[in-house]
């Protein structure tokens, strides 16, 4: 199963509302997580099954969607939100990740 | 606290091998499937092999079938994964992670470097 992220870069400027969407080829249910990763770390668990929220996540982070379609909001951009976003089909082996989604400070 | 640290990476050849070890507490291991997650050098993640935790099922990646064995000693708290014919494209930071809801995985380890240069 594929899995495209979109955008794969982004700029934004802190405070503002901001989407990124994973497609998946084929459908998957909700079975889907969502990643944040910042240089040189190990990724972070954002949301799974699409749109349950990671225990200690901030809740300006949403997820929804299922099927094919799916969506990562952070709505209020925050400083420490910089990062490499990535989406990760757990529907069936071999689990794939979306190529990633960097965003990035205007 | 969960903790999980990777060791075993460095420089290998072309065509050898090497087995990576990632060491795990704060959580009972025994009922947790363990996950490998790599990245090469400025590239994206890709997930390379899972165990289940009950049974000991293993389940690859396209791109590491028949090459790599992922295995757990449940008395260490340890997952494995053993690598042969390792080739240039395997060069990558090799992350452990605990599987979570469904296959997600909520807590990873620092990562252990692997290169495969001659």
């Known amino acids: 199963i594929q899995l495209t992220q979109s955008p794969s870069s982004l700029s934004a400027s802190v405070g503002d509302r901001v989407t990124i969407t994973c497609r998946a080829s084929q459908g998957i249910s909700t079975y889907l997580a969502w990643y944040q990763q910042k240089p040189g770390k190990a990724p972070k668990l954002l949301i799974y099954?699409?749109?349950t929220l990671q225990s200690g996540v901030p809740s300006r982070f949403s997820g929804s969607g299922s099927g094919t379609d799916f969506t990562l909001t952070i709505s209020s951009l925050q400083p420490e939100d910089f990062a490499t976003y990535y989406c990760?089909?757990?529907?069936?082996?071999?689990?794939?990740f979306g190529q990633g989604t960097k965003l990035e400070i205007k | 606290e969960v903790q999980l640290l990777e060791s075993g990476g460095g420089l290998v050849q072309p065509g050898g091998s090497l087995r990576l070890s990632c060491a795990a507490s704060?959580?009972?291991?025994?009922?947790?499937?363990m996950s490998w997650v790599r990245q090469a050098p400025g590239k994206g993640l890709e997930w390379v092999s899972t165990?289940?935790?009950?049974?000991?099922?293993?389940y690859y990646a396209d791109s590491v079938k028949g090459r790599f064995t992922i295995t757990r000693d449940n008395s260490k708290n340890t997952v494995y994964l053993q690598m042969n014919s390792l080739r240039a494209e395997d060069t990558a930071v090799y992350y452990c992670?605990?599987?979570?809801?469904?296959?997600?995985?909520?807590?990873w380890g620092q990562g252990t470097l692997v290169t495969v240069s001659s």
């Open positions: 165990i289940s935790g009950s049974f000991g099922s293993t």
């Open positions: 704060g959580f009972t291991f025994g009922s947790s499937a």
């Open positions: 992670a605990k599987d979570f809801w469904s296959g997600s995985h909520d807590s």
């Open positions: 990760q089909q757990i529907n069936s082996y071999p689990y794939t």
């Open positions: 099954a699409a749109s």
